[in-house]
């Protein structure tokens, strides 16, 4: 099974500012990656696709990037309501697979 | 608006089985997609377990061999989680999710909380 490593494990931000979440995968994968927030007590939520494609209803602030291994989500500029764990999920390998996530919390 | 909901026990003894349904409405489980069970951990680490497809037919992660089993009521638009010889191991909260041509979930349950326990 393909491993998507996220780091870090926790991130502290305050509102406003640019924060950055990386996956690495074991293997390539193209852009076969997605990404996902989990706000507490909600189910996930899907932010990107395709490692850079924008998902109806997300706000702006969230982007994507990244090829191959190496992947990255970002929010522009935090709000409180972004508050929430980030996974990434790999489609290029079967079986499918997740990340153990990463948690963001205000400063 | 496409909506999943997930309904179970809540707690099972070790060595039974348990059984989940999610109930889809807004969407035919037999138009398109195929439809997913996955699960979080306590912890957090999240799983994908299997799915039934469109058409009926199953995959199912080859980590949980030969104790899982996928199945669905067309009538009602359900589908179910069947997972035997449970333990304390698979205590975890079971979404059932949309996957959208076995690349992305796009559409999830609120998820059930399921505890293996005596």
């Known amino acids: 099974d393909i491993l998507l490593t996220q780091s870090p494990a926790i991130l502290s931000v305050s509102p406003g500012e640019r924060v950055s979440f990386s996956c690495r995968a074991s293997?390539?994968?193209?852009?076969?990656i997605h990404w996902y927030q989990q706000r507490t007590n909600g189910s996930p939520r899907l932010l990107i696709k395709?490692?850079?494609e924008s998902i109806s209803g997300i706000p702006s602030r969230f982007s994507g990037s990244g090829s191959g291994t190496d992947f990255t989500l970002s929010i522009n500029s935090v709000e409180s309501e972004d508050i929430a764990d980030y996974y990434c999920?790999?489609?290029?390998?079967?079986?499918?697979?997740f990340g153990a996530g990463t948690k963001l919390e205000l400063k | 608006d496409v909506q999943l909901q997930e309904s179970g026990p809540g707690l099972v003894k070790p060595s039974q089985s348990l059984s989940l349904t999610c109930t889809v409405t807004?969407?035919?489980?037999?138009?398109?997609?195929?439809w997913n069970w996955i699960r979080q951990f306590p912890g957090n680490k999240l799983e994908w377990m299997g799915y039934?497809?469109?058409?009926?037919?199953?995959s199912y992660n080859p980590s949980l061999k030969s104790r899982i089993s996928i199945t669905r009521d067309t009538s009602k638009n359900q589908f179910f989680l069947q997972l035997n010889s449970v333990t304390t191991e698979d205590t975890a909260t079971y979404y059932c999710?949309?996957?959208?041509?076995?690349?992305?979930?796009?559409?999830w349950g609120q998820g059930t909380t399921l505890t293996v326990s005596s």
């Open positions: 039934i497809s469109y058409s009926g037919s199953t």
């Open positions: 807004g969407y035919s489980i037999t138009s398109d997609y195929a």
């Open positions: 999920q790999q489609s290029n390998s079967w079986p499918t697979t």
């Open positions: 293997q390539s994968i193209g852009t076969s």
């Open positions: 395709y490692a850079s």
């Open positions: 999710a949309r996957f959208y041509y076995g690349y992305y979930f796009d559409y």
